[in-house]
């Protein structure tokens, strides 16, 4: 045989791209990423330790600053279990059952995503403020929602409402109901068949809609703006501080909140890289793309 | 336990699953719904193991109605067209879930649990996989395993929505010798849906030809063969 002198022809996957077109468009992807991600981030954590560590933190020692990180705390303890909540109970109804007006329902939950989170402030604030029918007797009988937690907490669930239920619905839908009847069959009651088959199923979606769900809690700042009132100390946010300090100039504290309010974040982004190294296994069994 | 099934219809929205059927199924029987799709099959088998509730008729099991009995009440062994294995599960919790599910009272002590588990793994020839997840089998597993889970509630009644459909000619040959046997051993009435006639004619004793909702003949394997009631059976039958 004389095979072994003849060249190797150079195979290539349909779907490579040729060397140069790949090496320009790597460069493209990371440069958008320097530029839009690296770049502000830097930034951020750069302008906070302009003056040092001690300056940093000592301006997130004083009583607003602190006021503002558990304010945000609070609002995202309740907000984000809430639309955890909400979530499942949308996506189950969605795709469980079979009933009209099916997709206008979905597109519903979108909506959030949709409107100016700016106009769903203000929503809050024509519904509930005092001027109005509701907002009038809740004032009166001292449950103020507008310029209140309530009201912030109402802002956030609206505009944080989407992700967890974005999540769940094509995996439930892929799923299907067999194994939900499958348990039914076999003497579950509704509850049982939800607590062990439902949601062991849509465990890791629902962590990664309640992670995303957390992250933009924290940082939402149109709808609470409007809501709020900015009072210092009492319904100031963590980016409604943010924002009020750097219109006073005051870019050390502004930007130390800012980098807190970043890391925060990146807990939760590195909180759902974590797991989902530690269960790749498992995701891959439960086939959640 | 027999089964009647008195003037059941269903319709689904426009549509109509079943016009007026019935059917009456003697205790111990094995019986196949056999038709082409779309026939009414799984609706039929559904509307049996409370899935599903009839637009109107009635269900009898034992001679009493049983119409507006729940899921969970009826105790009937369903095996899915796709098997529906809890794939979050081993085996061995897999064919444990309806004994756990149990109320307290009359849940079997774990000990119980593991010797009953076992026992049906060995019925169904697999007792080594005990620990494996519903994705480390192969079809036929699954399909023995999905078997296995239906008989673990002690069912009163054993229904199989098309068992075969999704395996190779091989095994679909054990495959239905092993219900066959267990059918005989454990003397369960038991109900399949099948559209492929040798199956329906050489594992069953009674044999339903459907279409288009309706029920075209009732009878045994060598009658439906020997006298087709309808046009459509003998052409069924000669395909
Ligand atoms: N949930 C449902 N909603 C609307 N129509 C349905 C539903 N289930 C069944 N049908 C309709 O009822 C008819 C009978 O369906 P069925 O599933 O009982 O047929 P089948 O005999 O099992 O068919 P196959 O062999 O394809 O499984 C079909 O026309 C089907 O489209
Ligand atoms: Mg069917």
């Known amino acids: ?289 | 336990m027999h089964i009647d099934i008195d003037e059941i219809a269903k319709t689904f929205g426009a549509t109509t699953a079943l016009r007026p059927v019935s059917l009456n199924i003697p205790s111990g029987a094995l019986v196949a719904l056999l038709g082409p799709s779309g026939s009414g099959k799984t609706t039929l088998l559904r509307i049996l193991g409370g899935l599903e509730f009839p637009t109107s008729g009635r269900v009898l099991f034992n001679g009493q109605d049983a119409t507006g009995m729940t899921v969970q009440d009826r105790r009937a062994g369903f095996v899915f067209q796709s098997y529906a294995l809890f794939r979050h599960m081993t085996v061995f919790d897999n064919i444990a879930y309806g004994l756990r599910a149990r109320p307290r009272g009359q849940r079997p002590p774990r000990a119980e649990i593991t010797r009953r588990v076992t026992r049906l793994l060995d019925l169904i020839q697999l007792p080594d996989i005990a620990g494996r997840y519903p994705t480390q089998l192969s079809g036929g597993q699954r399909q023995r395993v999905a078997l296995a889970r239906a008989l673990a509630i002690e069912p009163r009644m054993l229904l199989l929505d098309e068992p075969f459909g999704a395996l190779d000619a091989k095994v679909r040959k054990e495959l239905r010798q092993g219900l066959r046997d267990i059918h005989d051993e454990t003397g369960l009435t038991t109900v399949f849906v099948t559209h492929d006639q040798d199956e329906a004619m050489e594992l069953a004793d009674l044999v339903v030809v459907m279409s288009m909702g309706r029920i075209e003949q009732i009878g045994r394997p060598q009658d439906i063969r020997s006298k087709p009631a309808t046009e459509f059976v003998r052409d069924f039958i000669s395909a």
């Not at chain 1, 779907?15 to 140069?20: K, M, R, V």
């Not at chain 1, 933190?57 to 809430?82: E, H, K």
């Not at chain 1, 800012?258 to 925060?264: C, D, G, K, S």
Request: proline content about 4%; charged content about 15%.
């Open chain 1, 1 to 289: 045989m004389s095979d072994t002198a003849l060249p190797r022809p150079a195979f290539r996957v349909a779907t490579d791209e040729a060397p140069l077109l790949r090496i320009v468009l790597i460069a493209i992807a990371v440069a958008g990423l320097a530029v839009l991600v690296f770049a502000p981030l830097a930034v951020v954590f750069a302008e906070a330790l302009k003056h040092g560590w001690s300056a940093a933190i000592q301006s997130l020692g004083n009583r607003d600053a602190r006021s503002a990180i558990q304010l945000t705390l609070l609002i995202t303890a309740i907000a984000v279990p809430a639309n955890a909540a909400f979530g499942i109970a949308s996506a189950w109804f969605i795709t469980k059952f079979d009933f009209r007006g099916k997709a206008f329902l979905i597109t519903l939950i979108d909506l959030p995503f949709s409107v100016s989170p700016v106009v769903a402030g203000l929503c809050i604030v024509l519904l509930f403020g005092a001027n109005s029918a509701i907002g009038g007797w809740l004032v009166a009988n001292g449950w103020p929602i507008v310029f209140a937690i309530p009201g912030i907490v109402l802002a956030t669930i609206f505009v944080t409402f989407p992700f967890v239920a974005r999540e769940l619905i094509p995996v439930m839908i892929e799923q299907g109901r067999a194994e939900e009847e499958a348990a039914l069959t076999l003497g579950a009651s509704g509850w049982r068949t939800f607590r062990t088959v439902t949601l062991p199923n849509i465990r890791w979606a629902l962590l990664y809609g309640t992670l995303l769900c957390t992250a933009r809690a924290m940082g939402e700042f149109g709808a609470v703006a409007v809501v709020s009132g900015k009072i210092r100390g009492q319904t100031a946010t963590m980016p409604i501080t943010i924002e009020m300090l750097y219109n006073e100039y005051l870019s050390v504290a502004a930007f130390s909140m800012a980098a807190l309010l970043t890391a925060l974040a990146l807990v939760t982004l590195l909180l759902k890289t974590i797991l989902e190294l530690r269960h790749a296994d498992q995701l891959a069994a439960t086939r959640r793309h």
